[in-house]
Antibody
């Protein structure tokens, strides 16, 4: 079965740290770019970060740049998000999401990813004192 | 950053009728536009990519159109399971951005 399972969410104080994990199964994880997308309660969707299949291309939303670090371990079929200096506004459900196609397409020296295809069920991160 | 604007915020339609949802980009995204459906308590599900290509397993009553800055998602004959929130999203540039969503509710 093709699936993504997130873990590592929980309650953390402002300024604290948390590490999210995502376990992938049922597809060739090492071929696909991966993303974290978050959603605050009752709000819309916000893309957080992307990592290419080989980890050579990494992008972040401005709202998390310098505080969050995305990484992956293809041998373990796993994706990670290290979240430091957490703020109240980081409270959300965090989804692990695959890109819709393997690889990237590059033009003019910039590489772009694809639409979001497979989504995990999400893990809740609550930042509160 | 490309801003995606969806309209209307809420759409009330009767089962069996047609629903038309709109999405506008602040600059051209070519055909790099996707639509997602989200039901309460669930993760989003991919419906349409490339502005008009249905994802695997998506019924033919869902169709997408448009290019550049104006896009439309049409549901031809609404079924009870179609009442949900719909998001458009561009993947033409970084950061990838979503619209704020359209809630499709039963009239």
């Amino acid at each position: 079965e093709v699936q993504l399972v997130e873990s590592g969410g929980g309650l953390v104080q402002p300024g604290g740290s948390l590490r999210l994990s995502c376990a992938a199964s049922g597809f060739t994880f090492s071929s696909y770019g991966m993303n974290w997308v978050r959603q605050a309660a009752g709000k819309g969707l916000e893309w957080v970060s992307y990592i290419s299949s080989s980890s050579s291309n990494i992008y972040y939303a401005d709202s998390v740049k310098g505080r969050f670090t995305i990484s992956r371990d293809n041998a373990k079929n796993s994706l990670y998000l290290q979240m430091n200096s957490l703020r109240d506004e980081d409270t959300a459900v965090y989804y692990c999401v695959t890109d819709g196609r393997p690889g990237l397409y590059c033009t003019g020296g910039v590489c772009y990813g694809w639409y979001f295809d497979l989504w995990g069920r999400g893990t809740l991160v609550t930042v509160s004192s | 950053e490309i801003v995606m604007t969806q309209s209307p915020a809420t759409l009330s339609v009767s089962p069996g009728e047609r629903a038309t949802l709109s999405c506008r980009a602040s600059q051209s995204v070519s055909s790099n536009l996707a639509w997602y459906q989200q039901k309460p308590g669930q993760a989003p599900r991919l419906l349409i990519y490339g502005a008009s290509t249905r994802a695997t397993g998506i019924p033919a009553r869902f169709s997408g159109s448009g290019s550049g800055t104006e896009f439309t998602l049409t549901i031809s004959s609404l079924q009870s399971e179609d009442f949900a929130v719909y998001y458009c999203q561009q993947y033409n540039d970084w950061p990838r951005t979503f619209g704020q969503g359209t809630k499709l509710e039963i009239k």
